[in-house]
């Protein structure tokens, strides 16, 4: 008999996603989910997409976004699908929607995530029932965020928390984790939460390991400090036995200059014992809320949006502060609450954590921004494009690896990041000859070139003329 497929993908260069080199072969789809991998040629299907010459990977998987407020807002997820993200971490860097309902503005970076009225889950399966109700165009795990726990259970953030706030936190954290959250992150470098000590996480992260989830953390200081905060983020996890994801590992400031070449071989040194694991965006710029200490150490500083004079967004802030006579106290009262890009890293250190062979590939977008940073819609195809083909810095199929089956295992995603039977049928189709970024800080919203087509479970949702509308992912709960 015939075999049958609602969807046949012949003459692909199939990269699984497991870091093996590429094999030419046809992958059948039946009910979302990959079917057969091999010669399909008898076989007939509902639609067949010819892909000769072209790359077929698993669906990118970006291990650290900022989209919480993204999945419901704009449901398309156009700047994800259109570089090939098919899954999306969101509850990043302590920040995150749930558990959290509030009756007024939130304070800095909450606001990466929009202002009171998206801050409406006071429990996180609110916020999971609601990405449930209403499916977006990618699939979503979500993290719980120090600073949303601090913000629903503290009177006072400029301090540590008391003995009862840490226990109303971790009674927030554990009926988290039980609706399905992925773990705990934290954003020890904000103001929210820089006054809670290491003692404070590791109470919350207790609660995490005993549950089997994870913590991410945007650490204490990625600057001069940088080699502190990686053994912080070590002792909390030997301390308590969590699996650890070091954020965005990177160095800030001129003078600092060259501290991963200390960082990494910490890290590599701790994962002989711990599983101690990094994301990284590939990209010599950082981007946040506006906060003076940013500021201070970047060389360059590129309004992203402000809530008080919106014609600010994709000016220069120095330009803005000459043109006004502005300090940067005014600056910061003037046009807050805002965000900015930074430009405060050395590329020589990005492209050192790009080719540590453990790093992740996480965009660390801000959807929300009117002038975003340009890895919202450039960093999956940059990867491929600048910093594989063009640096050479890895092979395709270990840049690949990054996005899909690394990240896949480190968040527990079993049936994610790999093209063989029984697998999700998230896939990307790609040229690997013409996949780059187009995106840039002065035009950050345009779409990468080279993505031919994505699908989730087995459905189009970006083709020739862009997003199609389609509407299946789903909530990936870690239980």
Not at 238 to 257: D, F, L, P, Y
């Amino acid at each position: 008999m015939t075999e049958h497929f609602d969807l046949l993908i012949r003459g692909a260069v199939v990269i699984d996603g497991t870091g093996a080199p590429a094999t030419i072969a046809e992958v059948g789809v039946r009910d979302g989910r990959i079917a057969a991998v091999g010669d399909l040629s008898g076989a007939s299907a509902d639609a067949l997409a010819e892909a000769e010459g072209l790359a077929l990977a698993p669906g990118f998987i970006d291990a650290h976004a900022h989209d919480d407020a993204a999945v419901l807002d704009d449901p398309a997820m156009t700047p994800k699908v259109s570089q090939g993200v098919t899954t999306t971490v969101v509850g990043n860097c302590g920040t995150s929607l749930a558990p959290l309902d509030l009756d007024r503005d939130p304070p800095a970076p909450l606001t990466l995530l929009g202002g009171r009225k998206s801050f409406r889950f006071p429990r996180f399966a609110d916020y999971r029932a609601e990405v449930e109700a209403h499916p977006p165009a990618v699939n979503v795990v979500a993290l719980v965020g120090h600073t949303a726990l601090r913000v629903a259970t503290m009177d006072n953030l400029d301090r540590p928390a008391r003995d009862g706030e840490i226990a109303a936190m971790q009674d927030l954290l554990a009926e988290a984790l039980a609706a399905g959250a992925a773990g705990l992150s934290t954003g020890l470098a904000y103001p929210p939460a820089k006054a809670a000590p290491t003692e404070e996480v590791i109470a919350l992260c207790r609660t995490v390991a005993a549950a089997g989830a994870l913590h991410t953390t945007h650490m204490r200081d990625e600057t001069s400090g940088v080699v502190e905060s990686v053994e912080e983020t070590i002792r909390i996890a030997r301390e308590t036995g969590v699996r650890t994801v070091i954020s965005h590992h990177k160095c800030c400031g001129r003078e600092n200059a060259g501290l991963v070449a200390r960082t990494l071989p910490r890290i590599e040194a701790a994962r002989r014992d711990l599983a101690i694991d990094l994301d990284v965006y590939p990209y010599a710029a950082s981007s946040t809320a506006l906060l003076p200490e940013f500021i201070a150490r970047s060389n360059r500083v590129l309004v992203t949006w402000s809530d008080r004079e919106p014609e600010a967004a994709g000016r220069d802030l120095s330009d803005l502060m000459e043109e006004r006579g502005w300090s940067v106290a005014d600056a910061l009262r003037e046009l807050s609450p805002a965000g900015a890009v930074y430009f405060q890293m050395e590329e020589e250190d990005v492209e050192r954590v790009l080719a540590f062979p453990p790093s992740l590939i996480g965009s660390d977008g801000l959807p929300h921004d009117q002038r975003p940073h340009p890895r919202l819609w450039g960093t999956f195809p940059r990867v491929l494009g600048h910093y594989a083909r063009e640096r050479r810095l890895f092979s395709l199929e270990q840049a690949v690896h990054k996005m899909t089956g690394a990240t896949a295992a480190v968040f527990g995603l079993s049936n994610r990041g790999a093209i063989r039977p029984g697998a999700a049928a998230d896939l990307v189709l790609f040229d690997p000859e013409r996949v780059i970024d187009t995106a840039t800080y002065d035009h950050p919203a345009r779409p990468a070139v080279g993505i031919e087509r994505v699908w989730v479970a087995g459905r189009p949702v970006w083709g020739e003329d862009g997003a199609t509308g389609e509407r299946p992912g789903r909530f990936l709960a870690r239980v």
